[in-house]
Structure formats: C-alpha cells, structure tokens
C-alpha cells in the first residue's frame, strides 16, 4: 500500500483508525522505517501528555453504575410501599427474581462488563502487572 | 478465562503483537521483552476477565499499554541522562524518577500553555474530557481535518519541548 496519511497515523496512534485500516496500516508501518518513525513521534508526544495531562475517561461505568442503584432504589421502593396482593400474601412473597437481576447490574455482572471497563479497574487496581 | 485460554489466544496472537510492538520499538530483543509483558499481564489478569468475544482487541489494547508504559520509562530515562550530562545542576536527582517525572509533567504543561489557542482547545477536550477527533470536530464545529492538522501541530511542538529529553 502507499504510505498512510498523516491523520491516519494519529488516528492509529490514538486508536481511534476505522477498524478495516488499522491491519493494513499496522502491516505497512512494520515494514516501513520512515512511518514506524512518524508514528513512534506521535506516540512519544501522545505519552508526554497523557503524564502531564491524565486522560479523564469518560465515567461510563460510573454512570452505568449509578443508573442501576437509582434504579434499584426506584425497585426496592415499589417493593417495600406496595402492599402485596392478597394472591402474593397467600402464596409468600418472594422477591428473588426482582433482587438477582437489579443486583447483576449493581455488582457489575456479566450484562455490563465489557472489556474497556475490565482493563480501566484493572488498571486502576494495577493488578496486571504494571512496571516501576 | 483460564490460564490455558490464555496462553492459547497469546499463541495464535504472537505473530500479529510482535509485529505491533516490533513496528514501533524496532529492537527485537525490546519487541521480546514487551511481548512477555504482554503475556504476563495477560496471564495475571486472566482469572479475572470475560472477553466478550473480543479477545485480539483486548490483546492489542494490552499491548498498546505495554508500549506505552515503555515510552513513559524511556522519556524519564532519558530526562535522567540529560541531567547526569549537563554541567548545570539537576532540578532532581536523576536517580529519582517521581521528581524527574515531575520535571516532564512541568515541561509538557508548559508546552501545552505556550499552544496557539484553536489548538490548545484540541488537545484539551482529547486529554482533560476524552473526547474522540470526531466528537471534538463537532462539539467546534470545525472539518474533522481541521482537528487532526491542529492536533498533530500541537503535539509536534510538545515533542519540540521534550528535545531535552531525548
């Protein structure tokens, strides 16, 4: 391929390339002296900041979690102000069901672990090894 | 995932992640090295984690912060040469990396400072709100184009500013 553009090595250096690209130009940046320079600059200026000016990450999981305790609290509620129907009081209440799925989302369940958020508390609790 | 799983998805991976990192660092005995950081990080984490299917992202994600961590000891390391050879008296001792760290976050904050405005507002919204180019081309209202060039210029001067760590 020809040599990437220069916005396409930002992109890959800040992993933000379209997906179909990112192979391609990894390929020719393993093979191409002048591009491994350009994007090991970038790279090395990308770090310089990311130490001097820590990156926020965008509080998903934060959000996510907060979401599931309003919701749960929204659940919890309804449980406890709504008086149970004289079938339910019969039979016994059993809330078990309504309980396991709000507690998935509040202790971070499968449903909401996707890998980004995996490696920022893995990172956050620097228990994979980071170097000094 | 399993520490079997592991070390499976790291063999069928190896290849492409040596590359990745051979690509950057060109040293084949660096590349060797960060690919076992890899591994062990991989390895390390394993008991813990559920890929969700995307297993080589989670892979090139892990190596991307391998490199990265390098380049970090690599700007530090270098800050300490610099130091240990000028006649002037150091700020820190080289010996102490927190302190020289310091003096890089200083010298980078001061880089970012001295930025033309239209590219300080860039490189501010990527770093202080982790907005993607995309998201800040739109949230300025500027060509996506735009954001790159004022971008890529900005982090050419911060790499100007870091001539003393080289």
């Known amino acids: ?132 | 995932m399993s520490h079997i799983a592991a070390e499976q998805l790291l063999a069928e991976h190896a290849p492409a992640l040596r590359n990745f990192l051979g690509a950057r660092c060109r040293d084949a005995d660096l590349t060797a090295e960060m690919l076992q950081e890899v591994a062990a990080r991989l390895v390390t984490a394993s008991p813990r984690l559920s890929l969700n299917g995307n297993a080589r992202g989670y892979l090139f994600r892990i190596a991307a912060n391998v490199w990265r961590d390098h380049l970090r000891r690599e700007l530090v390391r270098r800050r300490a040469a610099v130091v240990l050879e000028s006649a002037e008296p150091p700020l820190a001792d080289p010996a102490d990396a927190r302190l020289l760290e310091r003096e890089l976050r200083a010298a980078v904050r001061n880089a970012v400072r001295a930025l033309p405005p239209a590219q300080r507002e860039v490189v501010e919204l990527r770093q202080q709100r982790g907005l993607t180019f995309q998201e800040i081309a739109d949230r300025l209202g500027r060509p996506l184009g735009t954001v790159l060039t004022q971008m890529r210029a900005a982090l050419a001067r911060i790499g100007a500013a870091l001539e003393n760590y080289r």
């Open chain 1, 1 to 132: 391929m020809n040599h990437p553009t220069e916005d396409q090595l930002l992109l890959l250096a800040y992993g933000e390339l379209a997906e179909p690209l990112v192979c391609e130009i990894e390929s020719h940046v393993a093979a191409c002296a002048a591009c491994a320079d350009q994007l090991a600059q970038l790279e090395r200026a990308r770090v310089a900041l990311d130490v001097a000016l820590p990156e926020r990450r965008r509080p998903v999981v934060v959000w996510v979690a907060l979401g599931a305790l309003a919701a749960a609290a929204a659940v919890a509620g309804l449980l406890f102000t709504r008086a149970p129907s004289s079938d339910a009081a019969r039979r016994g209440w059993n809330p078990t069901k309504v309980w396991s799925a709000t507690a998935g989302y509040v202790a971070g369940g499968n449903v909401m672990v996707d890998i980004d958020a995996q490696l920022t508390r893995l990172e956050q609790e620097r228990s994979y090894g980071v170097p000094n």
